[in-house]
């Protein structure tokens, strides 16, 4: 019996002149697409060139709302009440969804970003008033949670929500994830090894050799990683010899 899992790729983060990811070449290899909105990167120019895109190659389309600070690339810890983070969200997938629904393209999903997703973690609060936010739009939205502490607070709603793991981050033995300054290159036996183990027996191994539970239904890869094209290629070189088929977040709700 295969497995399916949804691969997801946080894209359209560049604005103006200032390009950041390699989305044209990213966009054919993963099947859910998580757009920034214009907060913490994006324009409305890059935001329809990437719903554009991603429908082109048939992948599933959400929002990837983030904090506004353009400077800080939404990474910045920023005081704000969870009536504002709600706020934020609810906007940002607004806007989004506009441009989706102005191309004839499916949205599907909310994903946070950066020290939005780092709040919403750590803050129950902030946490219910976001989806709360997005129950109030639209209640057959997914919501991709980035941790557990974010997963169970869904649990609480009649919402939809995909628990999301990570291969080209480490993991700590507490679950948590490495958040590196800046961007290096990985080695795609590894990041191809971790994939599998996630999608096939919902674990993975720490740098010091602890293997921990992560019961991901989708797996984020970085489209601003230096060698990501040639990570997601060793991904797509063993899903059929792992029995793994990928599925689109939307499939998967």
């Known amino acids: 019996m295969a497995h399916h899992i949804d691969i997801n790729c946080d894209m359209g983060e560049s604005f103006g002149t200032y390009v950041k990811g390699r989305d044209e070449e990213v966009m ?16 409305p120019h890059v935001m329809r060139e990437t719903v ?70 750590e803050s129950a609060d902030h946490a219910r008033a976001v989806v709360e936010g997005v129950l109030a739009v639209d209640p057959d939205l997914t919501f991709l949670a980035t941790d557990m502490n974010i997963y169970e607070v869904t649990e609480e709603y009649p919402i939809t929500a995909v628990f999301e793991g990570y291969v080209d981050l480490d993991y700590r033995a507490d679950r948590s994830v490495v958040i590196p300054r800046t961007k290096e290159a990985r080695d795609p036996d590894l990041v191809a090894d971790r994939f599998v183990s996630i999608a096939t027996e919902g674990v993975v191994e720490t740098p010091d050799g602890v293997e921990i539970e992560v019961p991901a239904e989708s797996i984020c890869i970085h489209g601003d990683g230096p060698n990501v094209v040639e990570l997601l290629e060793a991904i797509h070189a063993r899903l059929d010899e792992a029995d793994v088929e990928l599925t689109s977040l939307t499939e998967l709700a």
């Open 28 to 43: 054919p290899y993963i099947t859910t697409a998580n757009i920034a909105a214009g907060f913490h990167a994006g324009d």
């Open 52 to 121: 554009a895109l991603a429908d082109e190659h048939g992948v599933n389309v959400g929002v990837h709302p983030g904090l506004p600070d353009m400077m800080g690339f939404g990474r910045r810890t920023m005081d704000a009440t969870p009536e504002e983070v709600r706020d934020y969200v609810v906007y940002q997938l607004g806007a989004l969804r506009a441009v989706a629904d102005a191309l004839g393209v499916t949205f599907g999903h909310v994903k946070p970003h950066g020290a939005m997703y780092t709040m919403l973690s």
